[in-house]
C-alpha cells in the first residue's frame, strides 16, 4: 500500500511544506510537481496525479512554494520565477538525499510551475517533462496578473520572465493546454513544442480553461501524463 510522508525542509532560509507519495516498491523513480503562480501543493490535479503514478510504482512528492500554502513568507515579496526554481532545485537535492528513491526524475508543472521546471529540467537532468498551461514569456499573460488586493505590483509585473532559451532542444516532453485558456495564449504551447526535440507531444483539450475545469479533461490529463512518466522513467 502507497504511504504519504509530511517532509518539511529548507529553500535558502525558507521552510518549505510537502507530501512525498511513496508506492510499495524499492527505490522508485520520482516526480515533483510545481503549482501555479496563486495555487499550491494541494491542487487536485497534482494530488490525482500523485495516486496515479503511484499505482504505475512511481513515487511523487508536493509541495507549496515559498509564500503559498503552509510554506509560510511574504507572497508579494519572495515571488519571482528564479526563487521557485531554488525551491525545486532543494526539493530535488533533499528528495536525492533520502536514500528510499530511485535516480530517474520526472517534472511536473502547471501554470508558472511549469514555466519553473521547462527552465531547470536540463540543469536538474530530468528525464521527462508535463506541462499544462505553460507561459513561455510573462508579458504575453492576459487578464489581471495581482490577486493579492495590495495595491502593490504583482510578481509578475516586478520579476518578468521569458525561458524561451532553455526550451530548446528538451526532450521527453509531454505539453497540455485548452484552448479556451484566457490566461496563457495556447500560441505558447505551439512554441514549446516547435522548440523541443522529440519525443514531444501536444495535446489540445477542446473548450478546457486555464484551471482545467471538466472533469473529463482531468482524468485524461492523469491517465496520460502518468503513463509519460511511466514510459520515460521506467526504461
Given at each position: 500500500?502507497?504511504?504519504?510522508?509530511?517532509?518539511?525542509?529548507?529553500?535558502?532560509?525558507?521552510?518549505?511544506?510537502?507530501?512525498?507519495?511513496?508506492?510499495?516498491?524499492?527505490?522508485?523513480?520520482?516526480?515533483?510537481?510545481?503549482?501555479?503562480?496563486?495555487?499550491?501543493?494541494?491542487?487536485?490535479?497534482?494530488?490525482?496525479?500523485?495516486?496515479?503514478?503511484?499505482?504505475?510504482?512511481?513515487?511523487?512528492?508536493?509541495?507549496?512554494?515559498?509564500?503559498?500554502?503552509?510554506?509560510?513568507?511574504?507572497?508579494?515579496?519572495?515571488?519571482?520565477?528564479?526563487?521557485?526554481?531554488?525551491?525545486?532545485?532543494?526539493?530535488?537535492?533533499?528528495?536525492?538525499?533520502?536514500?528510499?528513491?530511485?535516480?530517474?526524475?520526472?517534472?511536473?508543472?502547471?501554470?508558472?510551475?511549469?514555466?519553473?521546471?521547462?527552465?531547470?529540467?536540463?540543469?536538474?537532468?530530468?528525464?521527462?517533462?508535463?506541462?499544462?498551461?505553460?507561459?513561455?514569456?510573462?508579458?504575453?499573460?492576459?487578464?489581471?496578473?495581482?490577486?493579492?488586493?495590495?495595491?502593490?505590483?504583482?510578481?509578475?509585473?516586478?520579476?518578468?520572465?521569458?525561458?524561451?532559451?532553455?526550451?530548446?532542444?528538451?526532450?521527453?516532453?509531454?505539453?497540455?493546454?485548452g484552448d479556451a485558456d484566457q490566461t496563457v495564449p495556447i500560441a505558447h504551447?505551439?512554441?514549446?513544442?516547435?522548440?523541443?526535440?522529440?519525443?514531444?507531444?501536444?495535446?489540445?483539450?477542446?473548450h478546457s480553461d486555464h484551471r482545467m475545469s471538466h472533469p473529463v479533461d482531468?482524468?485524461?490529463f492523469v491517465q496520460e501524463a502518468a503513463r509519460w512518466f511511466q514510459t520515460?522513467?521506467?526504461?
Amino acid at each position: 500500500m502507497a504511504v504519504v510522508k509530511q517532509i518539511q525542509f529548507l529553500s535558502e532560509k525558507y521552510g518549505l511544506k510537502g507530501y512525498l507519495h511513496l508506492p510499495p516498491v524499492a527505490k522508485p523513480p520520482f516526480v515533483i510537481g510545481s503549482h501555479g503562480l496563486f495555487s499550491d501543493k494541494d491542487s487536485p490535479k497534482q494530488i490525482a496525479l500523485a495516486q496515479h503514478c503511484n499505482r504505475l510504482q512511481m513515487a511523487y512528492f508536493r509541495f507549496d512554494h515559498r509564500g503559498c500554502g503552509e510554506s509560510k513568507a511574504p507572497f508579494n515579496a519572495v515571488t519571482s520565477l528564479e526563487a521557485r526554481r531554488s525551491d525545486l532545485k532543494a526539493a530535488v537535492k533533499m528528495l536525492r538525499s533520502r536514500g528510499d528513491l530511485g535516480d530517474p526524475l520526472g517534472l511536473f508543472g502547471s501554470s508558472m510551475g511549469a514555466s519553473v521546471c521547462l527552465s531547470a529540467a536540463r540543469e536538474l537532468a530530468a528525464r521527462a517533462v508535463v506541462t499544462w498551461a505553460a507561459p513561455i514569456r510573462s508579458t504575453d499573460l492576459m487578464g489581471p496578473q495581482d490577486q493579492t488586493n495590495t495595491g502593490l505590483k504583482s510578481p509578475l509585473q516586478r520579476h518578468p520572465f521569458d525561458i524561451s532559451p532553455a526550451i530548446a532542444g528538451l526532450r521527453n516532453l509531454l505539453i497540455f493546454h485548452g484552448d479556451a485558456d484566457q490566461t496563457v495564449p495556447i500560441a505558447h504551447a505551439r512554441e514549446i513544442l516547435a522548440s523541443a526535440d522529440d519525443p514531444k507531444k501536444l495535446v489540445v483539450f477542446p473548450h478546457s480553461d486555464h484551471r482545467m475545469s471538466h472533469p473529463v479533461d482531468q482524468r485524461a490529463f492523469v491517465q496520460e501524463a502518468a503513463r509519460w512518466f511511466q514510459t520515460f522513467l521506467k526504461q
